[in-house]
């Protein structure tokens, strides 16, 4: 087989999500580059064009789909970097749910961002 | 769960001359990877004045935008998400095993695209009035 590197366990749980999320993440990350950038120039972005984006259920839900996928994808990454550089015992324990926390977190936050962009609160 | 991979001399970071394709992709995924977490965070933090009313929101993302530096720091996240974005695609395609015997060249690839596309960008992201 060619030369291959990587951080993740081939075949386990958190490589299968890591690359279910990827798939995602590959469009909806380009398709947000190309919206905030291109379409419209970042310069130009107030509240009340993002509260007409956000006010579309179906750009919502992308976008705090997005939101998800990305912060499991991060937080995924990070730990099994963590884990490749060779951690156990009871630092991989705290890493892990200080990773979960700080997932949890950002999910949460960024919901809250998301309803008020879309007006809901 | 947790298991050793034998990366050869990728950890040992003075024998970078010697580094192959593969060493280099995976050393470029995981600083892209760390970059792309990073700003995460960040964005939601910024994005988080929407909480403090349409004004604040506003005020904050276009002064922000007015900034030189802040233009040249998305176009480096520009170029760190599309080459994430590239050497993903390489990174599925070599794990459901198309394309293996040319895993160093699609990474050119990714070098080179990633190259393009930003260059072609740059007038876009740096176009507008400054402050």
């Known amino acids: 087989m060619a030369e291959h590197y990587s951080s993740f366990e081939r075949g386990g749980r958190r490589w299968l999500f890591q690359r279910l999320t990827a798939v995602f993440l590959i469009g909806v990350l380009a398709f947000h580059f190309m919206l905030l950038h291109f379409v419209n120039h970042a310069a130009d972005i107030t509240f009340a064009g993002t509260q007409a984006r956000m006010g579309q259920w179906s750009y919502f839900a992308t976008m705090w789909l997005f939101l998800v996928t990305a912060t499991f994808h991060g937080v995924n990454g990070v730990y099994n970097a963590l884990v490749n550089q060779g951690i156990s015992g009871s630092q991989k324990t705290a890493v892990k749910y200080v990773l979960v926390v700080a997932g949890l977190l950002l999910v949460a936050q960024g919901t809250r961002v998301a309803l008020a962009m879309n007006g809901l609160i | ?131």
Not at chain 2, 67 to 92: K, M
Not at chain 2, 111 to 120: D, E, F, M, S
């Open chain 2, 1 to 131: 769960m947790s298991q050793s991979y034998n990366r050869g001399t990728v950890e040992d970071f003075g024998r970078w001359r010697e580094f192959s394709a593969g060493m280099w992709a995976w050393i470029f995924h995981k600083f892209t990877g760390w970059v792309l977490v990073g700003y995460l965070f960040t964005h939601i933090a910024v994005l988080s004045t929407s909480l403090g009313g349409a004004e604040l929101y506003t005020n904050t993302l276009q002064g922000l935008e007015a900034l030189l530096v802040v233009r040249f720091l998305e176009v480096g996240l520009l170029a760190v998400a599309v080459f994430h974005i590239l050497n993903g695609i390489r990174l599925l395609m070599v794990d459901l095993g198309v394309g293996l015997e040319a895993q160093d060249k699609s990474f050119y690839a990714s070098l080179v695209l990633t190259g393009a596309i930003v260059v072609a960008s740059i007038p876009t992201f740096l176009g507008g009035p400054l402050a």
